[in-house]
């Protein structure tokens, strides 16, 4: 019985110092809302680069740039992909060379970043767009190479076949 009451006073000393540990004080930063930071950023973007046509895709911004032909591929599909991918200051961060057939992912499978998964399910063969995707649909929080982290990104797409 002793030995039980000279553990309490310790489990309460415990108890306090954890929920003294996350207190919220004056010197925490605020949480970012990075969904409502990355949809002004991408129309400030529009805005100022002139740019007209874009239709807002759930989180995302796509303006077809040419229209292919067919169907629409299913998950599971190899897309192959010729793209420019850059940040809004205009940093390339990536991109497909012109000697080379595309860049092939399997559609829905996670080998790409979400935001190309959801693009390329409404994409046939010879779509040419581009897509303004938000952080949360790209690296989130990552930085990735010359990517930042919450970086809202653009690519310049054109699907160049559909297996």
């Known amino acids: 019985m002793n030995f039980r009451h000279s ?28 969904a409502a930071r990355d949809e ?7 805005q100022a680069n002139n740019l007209t046509g874009f239709v807002r895709d759930t989180t995302m911004f796509v303006f077809i740039t ?20 850059s940040t809004l200051d205009g940093n390339v961060f990536d991109q497909t060379k012109e ?4 860049f092939p992912f399997v559609l829905g499978a996670g080998q790409v970043i979400p935001g190309w998964d959801r ?4 994409f046939n063969k ?7 995707i938000p952080s949360g649909l790209a690296y989130k929080g990552s930085a990735t190479g010359s990517i930042p982290p919450n970086s809202v990104l653009r690519f310049d ?6 297996k």
Do not use: R, W
Request: hydrophobic share 45%; glycine share 12%.
């Open 119 to 122: 693009a390329f399910q409404k």
């Open 99 to 102: 000697s080379t057939i595309g």
């Open 7 to 34: 553990l309490l006073p310790f489990f309460l000393l415990t108890l306090l110092f954890a929920f003294g540990a996350c207190k919220k004080g004056e010197d925490s930063e605020p949480a970012t809302d990075f």
């Open 66 to 85: 040419k229209a292919g032909t067919g169907g629409l591929p299913a998950k599971g599909k190899t897309i192959i992909v010729k793209y420019k991918g």
């Open 157 to 162: 797409v054109e699907v160049v076949n559909i």
């Open 126 to 132: 010879g779509t040419q767009a581009i897509l303004l």
């Open 40 to 46: 002004q950023l991408i129309t400030d973007y529009i």
